[in-house]
Structure formats: C-alpha cells, structure tokens
C-alpha cells in the first residue's frame, strides 16, 4: 500500500516539473525584445563649394626658419688639454677674423716636432760634404739651406735638383723622406690652434678651459651672425617662374618691419610628397637671429589652372569628399599650389560639388543632402 503511493506522488511531481518548465520557458521567451527593423540613415545636410576651374594669378606665400649662411662646427683633430685664451670660448663671445678660437697644449707635439728638424739637419750637414765632391755646382745652394735651418722655425722648402744622379743621392740618404714627415708633423703641430676664419660669435659651446679634449670632440658651433639664409618650398609648376636675385620682402611673426632677402639658390630636387622644391633667400640683418621664423610673399603674379578651397578640406592621403547622387565620396585631387591657409587643387571636373565642412566619421556612400554652396 505505501509502495503505491510513493509511486503515485512521484508521477504527480514529474507532471508538476514538465508543466512549470514549459510555463517558465514561455515567460522568458516573452521577456526578449523583437527584432529591430533596419531603418534608413538620415541625410546629413552639408555646405558646398561647386568646382569651376579656371585660371588663378597668385604670388608664392612662403614662410621658413632662418639659417646662419656661414657656420661650422668646431671639431679637435688632436687631443690635448684646452688652455685659457685672450677670449672664452663660451656661447655670445665674438671673434674677428684671425683671432684664435681655441688653444690646445701643444707641447709635447712642438718638441717632438724639433727633435726631428734637428735630425733632420744632422743627416743633411753628413750628406754635404759628398754634395760640394761630386756636385759643386749645387753645393752653395744646399749650404745656404742648411746655414739658414732653424730647428725653433717651420722647414724651408728644399732647393730645386735638376740633377738625376742628386736626387738619387738624396733619396738614399733618405733626405725626401725625413722632409715630408716633418711637413706631415708641422700640419699636425697646426691643428692645436683653431683661427676664426671670419667675424662671427660662438653659439653653443661645450668644452671648459683646462678639460682635456679628446680628438674627434666636438667643442661648439661658430657662425655669422649677419649673413642669413631662409629655406622655403615653392610647387614645382611654379619654379622655372623664379629666377635667381629676384628680391622678396620678409617680416618676423608679430613684428610690421620689413626685411628685404634675395633668391640666391634654387633646389634641382622635388619633394615627392608635397610636390615642392627649395629656394633659399639670402638677407643679411644684424638685428635678426639664427632659429627665427620670418614669412612674406614671393611677387610671381604667376598663373595656375584649379580650384581654390581652403586647406582644411583636404585629407591626409590627398583626397576631398565630393557629393555624388546624394551619397559622400572621396575623389582625388592634386595641390597645384599652396598659400596660406588656402590650396589650389585641379583633378575635379566643372560642376563637382565639394563638401565645404569638416565632416567627423564620414563613411563614403552615407547620404548626403546640400544645403548650401
């Protein structure tokens, strides 16, 4: 009897289980949201500019940072601890032409320098004896060479042999060789004193009096502090318009006065990225400094064919969106010329519509709706 009952409750249960999950299953079903239907994108309405291509006279905006046209870097060829000149070597200090820049020790050099002139005479005064035997009409020359040789001075240039048989002696006594090693040893000895070879101003220094300078070291930059040189691009359709000595007036940013720079140099090479070469202009202002940005514009009155918009249409990879069948594309176009904050492009046929705003996340095929142009 109670075997019956178990078995009963427990079907009861199992039916109660199967009826609960199918209702659970159907609530939950209940609780998804339908599926969204695709609605359209709405139109973006946007401003315009039409393209009409014509022919544009504009002159070259040119802007640049100034170079000094006469610098150098100021390098040792030799090692040797600096010395304390008439003049520190230290950013803002002048030297005239021929003054000296920088002083290594040179002592150990210079000695060794007149122990091989005293050498040197020692084997010369044994060769002259042979010379005034076998070739008396040279020996006055040669002995006049040697009475004038000062071991303290720079090696005179030796007396001219015309003689064959001379110069075969000579070579033995190994006269040619001694010679050209102290040449070699005087032009080494120069390279301890450093001469300004013009009037100009130390602008980075970076070595101190009584440290040692290794060879190789750069110990600062010498310039003109007059003679200046601006490097600008052009569009390359506009070179051949520029001629070598045209004259440009320059401002400083922020300043009214005017400088005046010549086009010395024009640059054979192309930029192939912006499709512009180089010309650099040549002013020379005492009241002007090497890093300053000066801007003006270059007087061509030059010709171009396009479409004038401002800069900011054009992407990064050369491109304009247009308004095609109401949908936004991208065309590509080419920068015949840059001024300013304005471009002149060509590639884009009469009629194009160009969109005339910044458009953020733009998808090519979204529709468009023009407003404006």
Same mark, same amino acid.
């Given at each position: 009897?109670?075997?019956?009952?178990?078995?009963?409750?427990?079907?009861?249960?199992? =039916?109660?289980?199967?009826?609960?999950?199918?209702?659970?299953?159907n609530y939950l079903g209940?609780?998804?949201? /339908?599926?969204?239907?695709?609605?359209?994108?709405?139109?973006?309405?946007?401003?315009?500019?039409?393209?009409?291509?014509?022919?544009?006279?504009?002159?070259?905006?040119?802007?640049?940072?100034? @170079?000094? #046209?006469?610098?150098?870097?100021?390098?040792?060829?030799?090692? &040797?601890?600096?010395?304390?000149?008439?003049?520190?070597?230290?950013?803002?200090? #002048?030297?005239?032409?021929?003054?000296?820049?920088?002083?290594?020790?040179?002592?150990?050099?210079?000695?060794?320098?007149?122990?091989?002139?005293?050498?040197?005479?020692?084997?010369?005064?044994?060769?002259?004896?042979?010379?005034? %035997?076998?070739?008396?009409?040279?020996?006055?020359?040669?002995?006049?060479?040697?009475?004038?040789?000062?071991?303290?001075?720079?090696?005179? /240039?030796?007396?001219?042999?015309?003689?064959?048989?001379?110069?075969?002696?000579?070579?033995?006594?190994?006269?040619?060789?001694? $010679?050209? #090693?102290?040449?070699?040893?005087?032009?080494?000895?120069?390279? $301890?004193?450093?001469?300004?070879?013009?009037?100009?101003?130390?602008?980075?220094?970076?070595?101190?009096?009584?440290?040692?300078?290794?060879?190789?070291?750069?110990?600062?930059?010498?310039?003109?502090?007059?003679?200046? +040189?601006?490097?600008?691009?052009?569009?390359?359709? %506009?070179?051949?318009?520029?001629? =070598?000595?045209?004259?440009?007036?320059? !401002?400083?940013?922020? !300043?009214?006065?005017?400088?005046? &720079?010549?086009?010395?140099?024009?640059? @054979?090479?192309?930029?192939? &990225?912006?499709?512009?070469?180089?010309? $650099?202009?040549?002013?020379? $202002?005492?009241?002007?400094?090497?890093?300053?940005?000066?801007? &003006?514009?270059?007087?061509?009155?030059?010709?171009? +064919?396009?479409?004038?918009? /401002?800069?900011? %249409?054009?992407?990064?990879?050369?491109?304009?969106?247009?308004?095609?069948?109401?949908?936004?594309?991208?065309?590509?176009?080419?920068?015949?010329?840059?001024?300013?904050?304005?471009? =002149?492009?060509s590639g884009l046929e009469?009629?194009?519509?160009?969109?005339?705003?910044?458009?953020?996340?733009?998808?090519?095929?979204?529709?468009?709706?023009?407003?404006?142009?």
């Amino acid at each position: 009897m109670k075997k019956v009952t178990v078995r009963r409750i427990s079907t009861i249960a199992a =039916i109660v289980l199967l009826i609960g999950g199918y209702l659970l299953k159907n609530y939950l079903g209940s609780l998804k949201e /339908p599926p969204r239907q695709k609605q359209d994108l709405a139109a973006q309405k946007v401003e315009t500019i039409t393209v009409q291509n014509q022919l544009l006279e504009t002159d070259i905006y040119l802007t640049g940072r100034i @170079q000094s #046209s006469n610098k150098f870097d100021v390098y040792s060829e030799v090692t &040797g601890r600096l010395l304390s000149g008439t003049k520190p070597f230290k950013e803002g200090v #002048s030297f005239n032409r021929g003054q000296v820049l920088v002083q290594l020790d040179n002592t150990d050099a210079r000695l060794a320098l007149v122990a091989q002139r005293s050498s040197f005479l020692s084997n010369l005064s044994q060769v002259l004896p042979q010379i005034k %035997l076998d070739y008396n009409s040279d020996f006055n020359k040669w002995q006049e060479f040697i009475l004038n040789f000062d071991p303290e001075k720079s090696i005179s /240039p030796l007396p001219e042999v015309s003689n064959a048989q001379l110069k075969n002696l000579l070579v033995a006594r190994n006269v040619y060789n001694l $010679y050209y #090693s102290i040449k070699s040893a005087e032009a080494q000895l120069s390279k $301890y004193t450093i001469i300004a070879p013009f009037n100009g101003v130390i602008s980075t220094a970076n070595i101190n009096p009584n440290t040692l300078i290794r060879s190789g070291q750069l110990m600062g930059t010498f310039l003109d502090p007059n003679s200046f +040189e601006l490097e600008a691009g052009i569009p390359v359709v %506009l070179v051949d318009k520029v001629k =070598i000595g045209t004259v440009i007036e320059l !401002e400083v940013r922020g !300043e009214d006065k005017k400088r005046r &720079g010549v086009v010395r140099r024009i640059s @054979q090479n192309v930029d192939p &990225g912006t499709q512009t070469a180089k010309i $650099y202009i040549e002013m020379k $202002y005492p009241d002007l400094y090497e890093g300053m940005y000066l801007s &003006g514009t270059l007087p061509l009155k030059a010709k171009v +064919e396009g479409v004038k918009i /401002p800069g900011n %249409l054009l992407q990064s990879d050369q491109t304009v969106y247009i308004v095609e069948d109401g949908l936004i594309r991208k065309k590509a176009v080419h920068v015949v010329f840059v001024e300013n904050e304005e471009l =002149i492009i060509s590639g884009l046929e009469n009629g194009t519509e160009i969109i005339n705003q910044s458009l953020t996340g733009a998808v090519e095929g979204n529709p468009v709706e023009i407003v404006g142009s």
